[in-house]
């Protein structure tokens, strides 16, 4: 009997334990310690929560800095980039030239490019990692950052080029032929090295020969072939020249 007693009392004060909430925060350091425990549990909201009322409390410019970095960094975490990006954004609006600026402006990148929609959508969040990544590099040249810029640079063009063929094609199938012609001829001008570019020479020479351009579309069928030889697209275009001209 005493020793069911005893069992009873033992779970009772480690349920009493398990219960038992951690003191309340009295400063703003011991708010954001509490945040980074958050965080580090992956209970981003709790953290977010936690950062802020360190910033509300304030003790330090540069804890309420800390903090302010640190709710951006819980947004991207929780894969909230609309709130990253909003949250990088002001930091370094708010603080420019810090020694963390390299690394906000890399997860300002990261979260505009989380953001990108398919080739038929808005591109504006792709449009906005190209300039994110590329002022990282203008900036921060030398930045451990800026190493992996580049391939999300030319991943932003490359969709944005794909974007614009997209658009091409739309004009092209509407028999919206100067609209056409516009588009591919720009798609060429901006992105030269896009990896489409082989579709974008022969639906172009296609649009000049069906709006009554045959130069031009000899022109553009024969850099097409020249550039692209192994291409199937090259191989129609030989045959419509041998056939038209």
């Known amino acids: 009997m005493k020793s069911l007693i005893f069992s009873l009392s033992a779970l009772c004060l480690l349920a009493a334990c398990s219960t038992a909430k951690l003191p309340e ?44 970095l640190r709710i951006a960094d ?4 929780s894969k909230d980039y609309v709130e ?22 890399f997860q300002l990148g990261e979260s505009y490019f989380n953001q990108i929609l398919a080739i038929d959508r808005d591109q504006t969040a792709t449009r906005n990692a190209l300039i994110t990544f590329e002022s990282l590099i203008k900036l921060y040249p030398t930045a451990p950052e800026s190493a992996t810029a580049p391939e999300r640079i030319k991943a932003c063009r490359n969709h944005l080029a794909a974007n614009q ?26 992105f030269p090295d896009s990896p489409d570019k082989d579709q974008v020479y022969y639906y172009l020479g296609s649009t000049f020969l069906k709006n009554g351009h045959p130069n031009l ?26 056939e038209k001209f």
Do not use: C, W
């Not at 819980?74 to 975490?77: E, G, K, L, T, V």
């Not at 990253?84 to 402006?105: C, D, F, I, W």
């Open 217 to 242: 579309a000899v022109t553009t069928f024969e850099q097409l072939i020249a550039e692209f030889p192994r291409s199937p697209l090259a191989v129609k275009a030989k045959a419509i020249l041998r």
């Open 165 to 190: 063929l997209y658009i091409g094609l739309f004009y092209y199938k509407t028999d919206e032929h100067r609209a056409a012609i516009g588009r591919f001829s720009q798609t060429l001008d901006t």
């Open 74 to 77: 819980a947004h991207f975490a």
């Open 84 to 105: 990253a990006s909003a949250g990088y954004e002001n930091y370094l609006k708010r603080h420019p030239g810090t020694e963390q600026s390299a690394r906000v402006m």
């Open 25 to 68: 925060p009295q400063t703003a350091e011991e708010y954001f310690l509490r945040g980074e425990q958050a965080f580090a549990g992956k209970e981003y909201t709790a953290a977010i929560e936690a950062y802020q009322k360190a910033m509300e409390i304030y003790e330090t410019a540069e804890l309420n800095r800390r903090a302010e």
